[in-house]
Structures are given as structure tokens and as C-alpha cells.
């Protein structure tokens, strides 16, 4: 066995393991992030990346806010501004018979002491989306919301992982991990690595990773498909997303327009591939050229679909393993994760190094997921 000294191992060289990594390095631990295939290869890479706080679950609200101060002073912590734009998030109602459900949802906000979110009514909508057609009725707005470039957002967290120490190995997929002693002993093929605390940010595969620490956690995946457009002039500003059709609509700084919205492809978890249903997706393009119809002429430039870990109830695992001691998770993201790449760094360094956190994660555990698969 040879190889440096080590206080953390992180296994998945995502976005969350990036973060993680920068937060643990800064406040002094030495940190290697173990990556079966490349820097950003998976979810990270395939992202929307939609900074979006509008109609989050509750129980994600609050880091989700307070990742969105942290987007904010985004280039204070890595150094670039990852091209995020605060050009606020819609969630547009066409039809009046729509708009209680966005009336509900704000009371439901607003109830847990959130204010966040405003209702707007269809003349404040055009004024903000002037390109709309104009038969929208209203809409749910955060203002603050936005976009950023996930590859920009990959190069900027990558840059300042390894400027703060981080060491990056790609093409290093980890096979086994046992402990010895008191530390954790992790086997990347022929490779070894050795370290007291070990994060399983894995992504997709972060079952697989779970189960070799003793760790049953059931999860899913999914594979969201996206299609971006050639470049176009100026069109629209805010993000914009509708209620009862999936649709996540922007335009990005190069003139592109992105759809996406969340409908599925097909994931294949052991090949590593996923697969973009065209007749499937072409339920988003539909839904653009009906708010947007001069798009309809509009080129397709590429579609893609992006493997991640879904969980039962959409809420991601943040916190430390039930049954390994100094082995931590982070991963079951559910197709929302891009928004809380910051905060989540920061959360695993208050628990790796301060042995808590004062972050609200209580509804992150591994167990309740755990306990529900005893139930069923
Ligand atoms: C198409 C799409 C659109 C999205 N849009 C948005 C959006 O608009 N807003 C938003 O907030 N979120 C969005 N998301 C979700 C967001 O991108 C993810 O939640 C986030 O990127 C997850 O980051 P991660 O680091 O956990 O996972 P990943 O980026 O998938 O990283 C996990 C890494 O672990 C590696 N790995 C797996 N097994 C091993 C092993 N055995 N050894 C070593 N490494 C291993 C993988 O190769 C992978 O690189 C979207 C996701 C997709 C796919």
C-alpha cells in the first residue's frame, strides 16, 4: 500500500464531490476525490443547471435558500461567476382553472414562514416574459431564481477543489471497501486508498458504493432528457416551467434555447448509458412552441439524457451512514440537486470536521428511506 496521507476519500468526482471536497480542503483536511470515468461525465455534466428555489419541497427550503445566498456570492467562493444569472423562475398557469394550484402552493410557502415566492397576474407576466403567448393566465415567481452554466459551474469548482489541495483521480472506479483498523481502506481495482472518513457521492451508482459499507439504502434513477436549440436572438429572460405539463424552459447566455422538464429516458445503471425517448420529449417541445410559437421553425441542435439516483420521496440522503462509522452520504438528488451544489459541500465539511451541522437535514436521513423499505 503506498500512496499519500489522507483524512477524507469522496467517490464520485460530480458536482457534490467537487464541493465537498473545496469546503473539506479549505478548512485543512487532505482530500482525494476518486472518479470511475471523468470529472462531470454524469448528472453534473448533463445538467439544466436551473438555481431554483421556486416550488422546492419544505423540507428542502431551507438549504435551498441558503444555497441560493451562496449562488449569490458565488465567484467570492470559486473564483468565477459559473455564469449565473438571476433572472428569476416562473411557473406559468395557461389556463385560469390553474392558477389555485399556484395560489395553494403559496399559502403552503407562506404557511411554513417562507416569502420567497409572489403570485403574478398575466399583465406582470408579459411585462417579464414579452415573447409568452399571451393566453397565460398568471404565475408563481421567485425573482432571485435563475440559471448558471454547468460546464462553466464544473471548471470553476474543479479549479478552486485543486487549488485548495484536493487531489482528482479519474478513471479510478472504486471496487471495494473494507475497513483497517480504525480507518477505511478503498479499492479502486488495483489501486488503494486509506483514510478515517469516506464519502459516498456516487450519484446513480451511489447504492452500489452504500452496500459495500453494509449499507442497504433503496434507490432508484432516472434519466432526464434535455434538447437544446440552435442560437436565436434575445428571447426570454427568466426560466420558465408550467404547471401540470413538464416543461423547464431558458435561453442561455450563447443564445441557445434549453428544454428540458424533467421527462424520462431510459437509464442503463451497468452500461453506464442512458437513452433519450424522442416521442416522450417531444411533449416539452410541444409545450414550448405552444407558449413560444415562433420556436416552432426552430433547429435541434443535440438531446441527451443524464443518469441520477431518485429516492421514494424526491428528497436527496445528506448525512452520515447508519451502520459505518466515519463513511457519510450524499447523493439521491432526484433531477433537483444542481441548485444545492454548494451548500452541500459545506454541509459535509460540518460533519466531517465539526461532527454536525446546524444546516436543517433532519428529513435527509438514510434511514427513513431504509425504515420504509422494512415497512413495505
Ligand atoms: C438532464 C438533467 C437536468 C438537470 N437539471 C437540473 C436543474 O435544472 N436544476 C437542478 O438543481 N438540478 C438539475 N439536475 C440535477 C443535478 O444535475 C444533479 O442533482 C447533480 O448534478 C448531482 O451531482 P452529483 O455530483 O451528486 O452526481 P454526478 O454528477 O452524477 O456525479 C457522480 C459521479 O460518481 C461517479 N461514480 C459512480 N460510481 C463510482 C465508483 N464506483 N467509483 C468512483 N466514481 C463513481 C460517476 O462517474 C459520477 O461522475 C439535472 C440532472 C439531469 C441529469
Redesign the pocket.
Known sequence: MSGPVLDTII???????LSAGLHLARSGKRVAI????W??????????????TLNRALEELPISLEAMDMWRNIETIVGDGCGFHSHGQVMVAEKRSDVPVLEKRLAKTRNAGCGHEELIDRDELLRLVPALSPYCAAALIVRTDG?ADPHRTLRAFRRSAEAAGVTIHEG????AIDPLGSDWRVR?GEREFVAPTVVN?????AK??AAMVGDDIPLGHKA???IVTERVAPLLKPVVSLVGRPL?FKQTDQGTLVI?GGLQGRADIEAEQSFVDFMELSRSARAVIDLFPTTGSLRIVRT?????AKTSDLLPVIGPSPRAAGVFH??G?S???????PIVGAIMADLIIAGGTRKQIASFTAERLMQRQAVA
Open positions: 467517490i464520485g468526482g460530480g458536482l457534490m464531490g476518486l472518479e470511475k470515468s470529472v462531470g461525465r454524469h448528472a453534473s455534466g448533463a445538467s439544466a443547471a436551473g438555481v431554483r440559471a479510478c472506479g472504486v471496487t479502486a457521492m456516487a450519484g446513480a451508482w452500489t458504493i432526464s432528457m434535455m423547464s428540458g441527451w439524457a443524464g443518469m441520477e450524499a447523493f438528488f433531477g433537483h440537486g444542481f441548485q444545492l451544489v
